[in-house]
């Protein structure tokens, strides 16, 4: 008889697809390998231990059967189910996007995994402890920038893509392109996203800032304003999506 290799690592459930009439496969985000896909045996049944600790969003430590196609759930001990996300419906909408923007991004064997995963978990930390809408958004946008950043497509909001000048001023935010052109450099801004100076100057700091940072920037943003730059990286990610984000159709019609 031979005994299964087994390995430990702490992961992120992403989403879940049924398998058989009482299994279910997970697919998770892990700190060591990325993307995972495993077998949670029995989940569907009312005594499963595993059943809540496999629900979208929870953090949990795992120990893991290596099979032949795909590896077996055997124990998972939560490390944070962010309970107080689970009560509230934008904080619920937000957190699925951020689990479905990592799900499209991530892959198998991530050069990336540690990166994405504390990204990913200090966000979905930073959304549970929100204290108003305006702070969940503050969170998902830096969220969207640091993902674009380990992506390798930040988004140019300092220079003018076509002369390379520096900006100070308003500008027009090119979604295809994923940057600024300058008003010198405009020929046509019919149908062009206007980026107001200060909006520029707004996302420049949130690229750079922490998910706890409370500076200025986090007191005077309002949540409209918020809204507005949460819309533009989401085109932007969009651009870089193999597939359709859905959770974005369903925080639109909220
Ligand atoms: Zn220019």
């Given at each position: 008889m031979t005994t299964r290799q087994t390995?430990?690592?702490?992961?992120?459930?992403?989403?879940s697809y049924p398998l058989k009439e009482s299994d279910k496969i997970i697919v998770m985000y892990s700190r060591d390998k990325g993307i995972i896909h495993a077998v949670a045996k029995g989940i569907k049944k009312p005594k499963s231990s595993l059943g809540a600790r496999m629900e979208a969003f929870i953090a949990n430590n795992l120990l893991l059967s290596k099979g032949r196609n795909l590896d077996v759930v055997s124990q998972a001990e939560t490390l944070n189910?962010?309970?107080?996300?689970?009560?509230d419906l934008d904080k619920i909408f937000y957190s699925m996007y951020l689990?479905?923007?990592?799900?499209?991004?991530?892959?198998?064997?991530?050069?990336?995994?540690?990166?994405?995963?504390d990204t990913l978990y200090n966000a979905l930390k930073a959304i549970a402890c929100a204290t108003e809408k305006k702070d969940v958004l503050l969170t998902v946008l830096k969220?969207?920038?640091k993902i674009m950043h380990i992506s390798g497509f930040s988004p140019e909001f300092n220079t003018c893509l076509?002369?390379?000048?520096?900006?100070?001023?308003?500008?027009?935010?090119?979604?295809?392109?994923?940057?600024?052109?300058?008003?010198?450099c405009i020929n046509d801004s019919r149908g062009?996203?206007?980026?107001?100076?200060?909006?520029?100057?707004?996302?420049?700091?949130?690229?750079?800032?922490?998910?706890?940072?409370?500076?200025?920037?986090?007191?005077?943003a309002t949540e409209k304003v918020c809204?507005?730059?949460?819309?533009?990286?989401?085109?932007?990610?969009?651009?870089?999506?193999?597939?359709?984000?859905?959770?974005?159709?369903?925080?639109?019609?909220?």
């Open positions: 390995y430990t690592t702490n992961a992120i459930n992403l989403k189910s962010f309970g107080d996300t689970r009560k689990t479905e923007v990592v799900n499209n991004f991530g892959v198998e064997n991530d050069p990336c995994a540690a990166d994405t995963y969220f969207q920038l076509k002369c390379g000048c520096k900006v100070d001023s308003n500008a027009y935010f090119l979604i295809n392109e994923g940057g600024i052109i300058c008003e010198n062009k996203l206007v980026i107001h100076n200060k909006i520029r100057e707004f996302l420049n700091y949130l690229a750079q800032a922490d998910y706890s940072a409370v500076t200025d920037y986090e007191t005077k809204e507005v730059c949460f819309n533009l990286l989401k085109k932007c990610i969009e651009q870089h999506s193999a597939r359709k984000i859905r959770t974005t159709e369903i925080l639109a019609a909220i």
